[in-house]
């Protein structure tokens, strides 16, 4: 079912690199004179795709058109391999490059912007590594797993309107916490303040974008997966640990993950990730019949972690405990409708090695074991200035490694008005 | 600030009533022949306000043919009460009524639409009694008001696609959850069922709806709630008890409160409640800066539920602990971006009286007494064909008391393709 192409591209130093013709990640871009539209990455470029679609009378074309994806999202599955084996042919085949090539922008000569406007975010805590270290790290002595961790895919909703694109600015945010912010601060703690938080994170996350709704009351097999999730993207979950963990218990995050979320502006189609399905690690109980999935449901997409550019941890979603059919189909399970432009995260991706850690939450474990970066200075938690950026590569359909769109965030601040 | 009639509307049967001049609650509605336009109901009537608006030349008067409230509820504090004094004229004025009674249509001619998509959803736990029965109901022996309840409004986030309008049929939910669905059978339960939910609920609400965004990173003071809250709807947010308390720890609920929120057609103005503002019952110990409010901070609107006809309870929402605008002082506090369309809502009211409770999680302690209804059958929790109504009234600035628009939802069976 999947478009793979048959040869690389004929875009001029395109061909083996992360942005072949088997990636073709869309976004929507603006230039000083149009409006803001559809675009298709290959090599550094950017393809304006809608005036070609116009041209040609692409059947479905005029989606390219819009100021957003949603409505490419909406088409389906049939729709969205027809485009995309359309734009295949453009790009691969040498007679269209005479027509297409005036098309192709430099991408840093665009402005990318969010590709669609989130409609329900949620955020599952699929990661076997993740949780059982987060467990060990808030809850010492106790089991650090929750009791039903194994038996379904935890997840909670967040705030869609805090969903922001790559390259903008995150506001430190203030809370009520303990004015002794230690791992073991708890919600018991004496003194609060309502101040800046001081365990400013990142979450390193894979995304899952959904492009088709549901009938109401309707659930999603895991099978129909596909007939539904139009693409991923890198997400950053920035959370506040302080406020986070005072505010928790018993109805779970809220601010401490409210203020900032941060997206790809690249939104990489289920068709281009054809080659980088994986086995799960395993799962140990069965799940219940209607989250059992057909392997391979894993996704070998491997998300490397840089702070003030100098590489922190690189981490493997292929290690990730709940594939992205059972979370869908978990979270439809109760008949919860989806709506195009619902977004679901993996929560932090962690591997098993002390190092291959998505958060600093983990990789400090808790603050209590600062890292030292290149230059010297020393990370329990992110300083104001500091720049995360997530990018990611998968097994390509050409044979090389394909890149996902980058997200990008740095600090600001506490803001005046706050 | 606020816009209070001087006198009784002139429409027939409407003066002395619960839709007289004081009230006007918006909602969007169709006809058979005509597109989804903005309606304002006096007495048992409503009025198409489009073509009027358009007469009268009224500014920003377009609002009132969008298919939707958005575009209202995003004008601001001084449009809406321009807005509203203008109708108040129309309706009070005896020498209008020739031109505005061929636009009043009766209310049950007309279908009643969502009056506005959701942005995002929160769902506080605001009422003292409430956080507190639940505590000894789901954990005896412990204390039972979580550690920070008396220090920040507790909240989470909810799944704003699940929201349905008044009337809309409830589909009861499937969901993992233990065989055996006691009171006490908590996460631990050994055997795992995915089942129909034994243990369906209802939570009488009270829901605040956003009209003016805020500036990225920014906070609204407690002083500025009437600024970005355009007005109030009751909320039922339906509750899968047994599928809530499996997998709630430590994220939150999900599943239990994401198949359906049910919210009134109708949307009350801020304005019309200026008579409805009571001292808060008191608040131990006094709350951080950010959310220290002036008295009068609550509102007195007392809240019927009825099921299947027969009143179940009645829950004052006067008796509540945290403020309106205190919850989103808090919501906002870590700068949490508002957008039009943000609904947040209160959380179960209940008095401190046995049975003046707003979920049968109270009114029967965990299903262990159940309640006999006026027929004879025994609910511990809701059984399918169940219709639930919510109503509310509240002082009005005419004398009487005003209502808020209802709720009803009546519980269909699990669906087939479930």
Known sequence: MSVRPQQPTWVDGAAGGPYDADNLPYAVFATGDGAA?????????????????????VPHGEVFGAPSLTPLMALGRGAWSALRGWLVGLLTDPRMRRSVEP????????????????ADYVDFYSSLHHATLVGQILRPGADPLPRQWRRLPIGYHGRSGAVVVSGAPVH?????????????????????????????DFEAELAFAVGVPTE???????????????????LNDWSARDIQRYESAPLGPFL????????????????????AW?????????PAAHLRVDDPAGLDIDIEIAVNGETLARVPYASTYWAPAQMLAHLTSGGAPLRTGDVFASGTVSGPEPDRRGCLLELTLGGTRPLTLPDGS????????????????????????LA??????RIDAVRAAQ
């Open 172 to 200: 430190r945010p203030r809370g009520l916490r303990p004015e002794r912010t230690g791992a073991s601060a708890g919600p018991d703690a004496d003194v609060l303040t309502y101040a800046a938080t001081q365990q400013l």
């Open 378 to 401: 020393a990370r329990g938690w992110l300083v104001d200035g500091d720049e995360v950026v997530l990018t990611a590569s998968a097994p390509g359909s050409l044979g090389g490694r």
């Open 216 to 234: 109401p009351a309707s659930r999603v097999s895991t099978a129909a997966f596909g007939d539904h999730v139009f693409g991923v993207q890198l």
């Open 278 to 286: 994986v086995p799960l690690p395993g799962q140990d109980p069965a």
């Open 256 to 275: 401490g993950k409210a203020f900032a979320t941060t997206v790809a502006a690249w939104v990489t189609p289920l068709d281009a990730l054809a080659a």
């Open 103 to 118: 098309w192709l922008l430099p991408v840093d000569d665009v402005q990318l912007v969010l590709p669609f406007p989130v």
């Open 37 to 57: 539209r559809v675009g298709v990455r290959v090599g550094d470029l950017v393809l304006d795709v809608a005036p070609l679609a116009a041209a040609g009378e």
């Open 404 to 409: 996902l769109g980058e997200t990008r965030g």
